[in-house]
């Protein structure tokens, strides 16, 4: 039972280029959770999905950033036009309600 | 809202000393309670969790945690760490009542064992 998949690892974009990861999450989840890790802080709970529905993303910026989970394949999170500030580490997170998610390895982004 | 406060944001212990990592948190709802251990540029692994039940919580590795209701904290313990412990350790919370894992985390403490 493979566990969450990220890819890629590593993702470098240069100044108003687009950023786009990936997350297939553990056989059997429905949920699919994104945070993003800043330099030297913790985790920020960005968004929450459900297969072809978002149910919460009060942590995702206003602009710029989106996220789906559609009914095939993977989730994914994508930033348009990316800014220094967006360099991190994103992680994602699968689970099917019952109080434990599993992380995959991130991808970190980084902005030149 | 829940948050989670990590007050050492590093702890440098000796190799075969003890440990604790501190966590408080605050909510208006009954929280279960994780710790997860993060491995430099690896992703999160479950050390242990609080549900129910017995408030001394056993997880991998060799940590334990203690629920302390009253105190609101959920302290992480070692009795004797290796360098292989050397890692940043998160707690986070999630509400009992809301169905789903999102997670609120503390902001982390840096554990590096001297040698």
């Known amino acids: 039972n493979a566990g969450v998949m990220q890819n890629p690892r590593h993702l470098v974009r240069r100044r108003g280029q687009e950023a786009r990861l990936r997350c297939s999450p553990m056989k059997g989840h429905s949920h699919v959770y994104w945070y993003r890790q800043l330099p030297e802080e913790g985790l920020k709970f960005m968004v929450y999905?459900?297969?072809?529905?978002?149910?919460?993303e009060s942590g995702m910026p206003k602009e710029r950033f989106s996220a789906e989970f559609p009914k095939e394949g993977p989730s994914i999170l994508r930033i348009q036009q990316v800014v220094r500030g967006d360099s991190a580490a994103y992680f994602c997170?699968?689970?099917?309600?019952?109080?434990?998610?599993?992380f995959g390895q991130g991808t970190r982004l980084t902005v030149v | 809202a829940q948050s989670v406060t990590q007050l050492d944001s590093q702890v440098p212990v000796f190799e075969e000393a003890p440990v604790e990592l501190r966590c408080n948190y605050s909510?208006?709802?009954?929280?279960?309670l994780f710790w997860y251990v993060q491995y430099p540029n690896q992703g999160l692994q479950l050390l242990l969790k609080y549900l129910s039940g017995s408030t001394l919580v056993k997880g991998i590795n060799g940590f334990e945690a203690e629920f302390n209701k009253s105190q609101t904290s959920f302290h992480l313990r070692k009795p004797s760490v290796h360098i292989s412990d050397t890692a940043e350790y998160f707690c986070?919370?999630?509400?009992?009542?809301?169905?789903?894992?999102?997670?609120?985390f503390g902001t982390g403490t840096r554990l590096t064992i001297i040698p």
């Open positions: 909510s208006s709802v009954s929280v279960y």
């Open positions: 997170a699968s689970g099917y309600g019952n109080t434990e998610a599993f």
């Open positions: 986070a919370v999630i509400p009992t009542n809301f169905g789903n894992e999102k997670l609120t």
């Open positions: 999905l459900q297969k072809e529905n978002i149910i919460d």
